[in-house]
């Protein structure tokens, strides 16, 4: 069946670091791939998406790009602040209704 | 502004009892669903449904029940047959027809039960 595996967190960074946090997929047919973000005690929200291969979605700096030939989705920033740290999950949705989420990553940058 | 509002956000509860969590949306999205989150695991689907009138199970369905009477509310009651109940819950909407398309999440309940 399909999945998604992420790296696992947590993850701390110095402000203004690198920021890559790793994604892979299992799926049959051409899923469409996205990023959220949770900050603490709320809900996800959309932070980026790419629905066919060799895309690339981008967001308040951060950076995606769905390749199928490694089955990946890598989240990149190229300096992150303060005001990231958060958890990260990398989800597919193959089909109308089924999306499958990782089991989040946890970035935390420190000033 | 259009979104997805639960209530509560926090919730206690004795073990041995049913209770409902509030799921409304106004962005007119045709599809819902509820993800229970724990701890390392992620998310996990417990219903979702298409259109009003109609839902599926998801991954982990079992102590609880769903309705959608509104197109707008899809309200999740965590019954006493389920096991381990204490988690965040989190409500989502999507538009429906071809997708996929992106999940709006509401806030979240967190639910405790002693």
């Known amino acids: 069946g399909n999945s998604v595996t992420q790296m696992e967190g947590p993850v701390t960074l110095s402000e203004e670091a690198f920021l890559t946090i790793n994604c892979t997929y299992t799926?049959?047919?051409?899923?469409?791939l996205f990023w959220y973000v949770q900050y603490p005690g709320e809900g996800l929200q959309l932070l980026l998406k790419?629905?066919?291969?060799?895309d690339k979605g981008s967001n308040k700096g951060f950076e995606a790009t769905y390749r199928k030939e490694t089955t990946s989705f890598h989240l990149e920033k190229g300096s992150v602040q303060v005001s990231d740290s958060a958890v990260y999950f990398c989800?597919?949705?193959?089909?109308?209704?089924?999306?499958?989420f990782g089991t989040g990553t946890r970035l935390k940058v420190l000033a | 502004d259009g979104g997805i509002t639960q209530s509560p956000k926090y919730l206690f509860r004795k073990e041995g009892q049913n209770v409902t969590l509030s799921c409304e949306q106004n962005?007119?999205?045709?599809?819902m669903y509820w993800y229970r989150q724990d701890p390392g695991q992620g998310l996990r689907l417990i219903y979702y449904?298409?259109?009003?009138?109609?839902?599926q199970k998801g991954d982990i369905a079992e102590g609880y029940s769903v309705s959608r009477e509104k197109k707008e509310s899809f309200p999740l009651t965590v019954t006493s047959a389920q096991k381990n109940p204490t988690a965040f819950y989190l409500c989502?909407?999507?538009?429906?027809?071809?997708?996929?398309?992106?999940?709006?999440f509401g806030p979240g309940t967190r639910l405790t039960v002693t």
């Open positions: 449904s298409q259109i009003v009138n109609d839902f």
């Open positions: 989502a909407s999507s538009k429906g027809g071809t997708g996929p398309y992106e999940q709006y």
């Open positions: 962005l007119n999205h045709d599809a």
């Open positions: 799926a049959t047919g051409y899923p469409s």
């Open positions: 790419a629905t066919k291969a060799d």
């Open positions: 989800a597919l949705a193959s089909g109308t209704y089924k999306y499958i």
